[in-house]
């Protein structure tokens, strides 16, 4: 059964380091997402991609944030200047119609 | 924007007990209510969902009703086991599907 995957699975960082997180969704699925989530909590949107462009984004994506899709199986999540408060799960997410996949997550810990 | 509230925020239950989880939501136009079921460490997995032309959908133990006059949509476990434990999120779409409101989640636990 095809599956969502992310790299790396776990990211280190120095506070106001740049970081990337890489996300292949499942081959023939049209809507991907990226998601946080703090430890003990909830799931927290951040973003949506549709036909190579955003088409929705939460208050929590700001312009520390940008995705790209910069091929035909990557989708990345890119946060320029990484603060002690992004450190979370990000799970990134793809769908078809409806129904949305989670990957395994990218455990990002800023210091 | 949408706002999915979720209770209760811990449930433990008796082996072979059955569990109910609800969730309510605040924007009439969602139109679809998946639920997760996330392990601990591990990625939330779709368990069942609902479009909201339909009052009810049943997978086996699993079942969701929706009632969209009172914009409530609950998660029903019948005869609970142990692995059943784990954390089950509740979420709603936004109509155009672009966009998923998460519940605050519900720790169940399954006492054997």
């Known amino acids: 059964e095809p599956e969502v995957t992310q790299t790396p699975s776990h990211q280190v960082t120095q506070m106001g380091q740049e970081v990337i997180l890489r996300c292949v969704p499942i081959s023939n699925h049209l809507y991907f997402y990226w998601y946080r989530q703090i430890l003990g909590q909830k799931v927290e949107f951040l973003v949506s991609?549709?036909?190579?462009?955003?088409?929705?984004k939460s208050e929590i994506f700001d312009d520390q944030f940008s995705v790209e899709r910069p091929d035909g199986s990557n989708f990345t999540l890119k946060i320029r200047s990484t603060k002690l408060e992004d450190s979370a799960m990000y799970f990134c997410?793809?769908?078809?119609?409806?129904?949305?996949?989670f990957g395994p997550g990218t455990r990002l810990t800023v210091t | 924007g949408e706002n999915v509230e979720q209770h209760p925020s811990t449930l433990s239950v008796q082996e072979g007990d059955s569990a109910v989880i609800k969730c309510t939501y605040s924007d009439s136009a969602s139109n679809y209510f998946p639920w997760y079921k996330q392990e601990l460490g591990k990625r939330p997995q779709l368990i069942i969902d609902?479009?909201?032309?339909?009052g009810e959908k049943k997978d086996q133990r699993i079942a969701v009703t929706l009632n969209k006059t009172a914009k409530h949509f609950s998660l029903h476990i019948t005869e609970t086991q142990p692995e059943d434990s784990a954390v089950y999120f509740c979420?709603?779409?936004?109509?155009?599907?672009?966009?998923?409101?998460f519940g605050t989640g519900t720790s169940l636990t399954v006492i054997p």
């Open positions: 997410a793809s769908s078809g119609v409806y129904e949305q996949y």
């Open positions: 991609f549709y036909n190579n462009e955003i088409s929705e």
């Open positions: 609902i479009r909201s032309n339909v």
């Open positions: 979420a709603a779409s936004s109509s155009d599907g672009n966009q998923f409101y």
